[in-house]
Structures are given as structure tokens and as C-alpha cells.
Antibody, heavy 114, light 110 residues
Framework: QVQLQQWGAGLLKPSETLSLTCAAY????????WTWIRQSPGKGLEWIGA???????RHNPSLKSRLTISIDTSKNQFSLNLASVTAADTAVYYC????????WGQGTLVTVSS | QSVLTQPPSASGTPGQRVTISCSGS????????VNWYQQLPGTAPKLLIY???QRPSGVPDRFSGSKSGTSASLAISGLQSEDEAVYHC???????????FGGGTKLTVL
């Protein structure tokens, strides 16, 4: 049974960096893209970006300049860093397995407020 | 604004059959498969249908997916109160080289 567990800071001030990590348990870590998706309050799902086992990344063009996605294959973990956050980045952030995820993390509410 | 178009709301009574539509274009639904997710309040989306028609293990056969051209549909038969949730569609987009999502449909069981 595949499980994704994510963690990171939930309250940020404007201009700070959002940092989240997701660990995958069960199943294979290779052969997949590992994805970050967010959902703003009352809104739909927005793809942030993804990374594969070899470190190849894909980014949402609207976030690319602020976005870093990394992977630690020794720990079956991958991470999201989003720099210079504003109130518009307030959302629930999810990690997932696959470009269009089959398994999802539990979600992390990130609030950006001064 | 979402790339895939879903109705914002749908409703039905217990036992009824409801369908939720998802409209896209030739670069996404027209050339790739569709996933459907169920999102209960306060929880992460759960995969309901993959590859347009397939149900993961554990998903009741009351849920079914279909696709035709640039549109897809999710059908729920024998509607139950626990089906009240937001339903999302998703597909890969060849032009954007990224996954795209619908805005979600809130299903209310009356």
C-alpha cells in the first residue's frame, strides 16, 4: 500500500520561502514523476510541478521563476521550495505520485499573512 | 480559470443516477485519458476513475467513466448520501506539456 506523508511550515510571512517535503512509503520510488499540486480556498486544483527519480523536473511556467523541486532518492523523499511568497500563494498543498497522481499526500494548509 | 470545464454543481436524490461532464480540447481529453477524483470535505482528492474508464480496487462499480471526443463524463448510479463531495477531472495536455484539471463539481445529495 502506497502512502505519501508530507510536512512543512503552515504559516509564512510575505517574501518568505515555502518549504514542503513529501515521503513515499510502499511501492517503487523509481519510474514515476512525483508531483506537487495546490488548491486555493474554494478553488480548483493547480499543478505546480514534478520531478522524476533522475532529477528531471517540470514546472508550471507561472511559478517557474520562484520554484525549486528536488529529490532525495536515498530517503524516497521529494521537496518543494517556493520563494517570495505572497497572499496569492495561500493554499492547501498536496504531493502526489505520477504526473496525474494516483496517490496523494494528506495536504498541508499554507497561509501567507503578515 | 481551469483548462477543463465542469459544471460547478450537480444534485440528485438517493438512488438516482447522476452524471458530471468534463469538457476539454484536442490537446488534452481529445488525445489522452482522463482521471476522476472524489474530494470529501477537508480531505485530499481520491482517485475514482483512471484511464477514462478504469476503477481502482475498492471503488464501487456504481462509479463509471466514459469519454467521447474532447469530453468525458463520470456517472454515479444508486446515489448515496456519502457520495456528497467535490468531483474533479484531470488529463494530460500535450500543448502545455502538463496535467490540467477541471474546476470541480460539487455534488449535493438532496
Amino acid at each position: 500500500q502506497v502512502q505519501l506523508q508530507q510536512w512543512g511550515a503552515g504559516l509564512l510571512k510575505p517574501s518568505e520561502t515555502l518549504s514542503l517535503t513529501c515521503a513515499a512509503y510502499g511501492g517503487f520510488f523509481t519510474g514515476y514523476y512525483w508531483t506537487w499540486i495546490r488548491q486555493s480556498p474554494g478553488k480548483g486544483l493547480e499543478w505546480i510541478g514534478a520531478i522524476d527519480h533522475g532529477g528531471n523536473t517540470r514546472h508550471n511556467p507561472s511559478l517557474k521563476s520562484r520554484l525549486t523541486i528536488s529529490i532525495d532518492t536515498s530517503k524516497n523523499q521529494f521537496s518543494l521550495n517556493l520563494a517570495s511568497v505572497t497572499a496569492a500563494d495561500t493554499a492547501v498543498y498536496y504531493c502526489g505520485r505520477g504526473n496525474i497522481p494516483d496517490y496523494w499526500g494528506q495536504g498541508t494548509l499554507v497561509t501567507v499573512s503578515s | 480559470q481551469s483548462v477543463l470545464t465542469q459544471p460547478p454543481s450537480a444534485s440528485g436524490t438517493p438512488g438516482q443516477r447522476v452524471t458530471i461532464s468534463c469538457s476539454g480540447s484536442s490537446s488534452n481529453i481529445g488525445s489522452n485519458t482522463v482521471n476522476w477524483y472524489q474530494q470529501l470535505p477537508g480531505t485530499a482528492p481520491k482517485l475514482l476513475i483512471y484511464s477514462s474508464y478504469q476503477r481502482p480496487s475498492g471503488v464501487p462499480d456504481r462509479f463509471s467513466g466514459s469519454k467521447s471526443g474532447t469530453s468525458a463524463s463520470l456517472a454515479i448510479s444508486g446515489l448515496q448520501s456519502e457520495d456528497e463531495a467535490v468531483y474533479h477531472c484531470a488529463a494530460w495536455d500535450d500543448s502545455l506539456n502538463a496535467p490540467v484539471f477541471g474546476g470541480g463539481t460539487k455534488l449535493t445529495v438532496l
